[in-house]
């Protein structure tokens, strides 16, 4: 191999595993607003966590959680506010990437 097919593959590798490590940070938020959600709205902890993370998984983005959070709180007559959601949401992720760098 030569030193560019060696740098190009190091390249590859290292996307591969930030890739991985997004994908594991998503999830890890999903999980924690899951958590944080089904006790602010009322709502069985265990499934909904599994809701929002199999949001994640089949590729719905940040915006679409939020909306479903969003809704899901409306309907059940709570008040939480886009924006305080998405700052709660903002915080969460932050602490995902950080458990998912340190393991």
């Keep these: 191999m030569t030193t560019f097919d060696d740098r190009k593959q190091a390249f590859e590798e290292k996307f591969a595993h930030d890739e991985e490590l997004r994908f ?3 999830v890890k938020a ?6 944080w959600a089904s006790q602010q709205i009322g709502l069985s902890k265990d499934a909904y966590v599994n809701e929002l993370v199999n949001m994640v ?3 719905k983005d940040e915006d679409e959680l939020l909306d479903k959070v969003h ?3 409306v309907n059940k007559g709570k008040q939480l506010s ?3 959601l998405a700052e709660k949401f903002s915080s969460l992720q932050n602490q995902a990437r950080e458990h998912v ?3």
């Design 24 to 26: 594991k940070a998503s």
């Design 30 to 35: 999903a999980k924690l607003l899951g958590e």
């Design 57 to 59: 998984t089949s590729g």
């Design 71 to 73: 809704k899901d709180a």
């Design 82 to 84: 886009k924006d305080a």
């Design 101 to 103: 760098t340190n393991r």
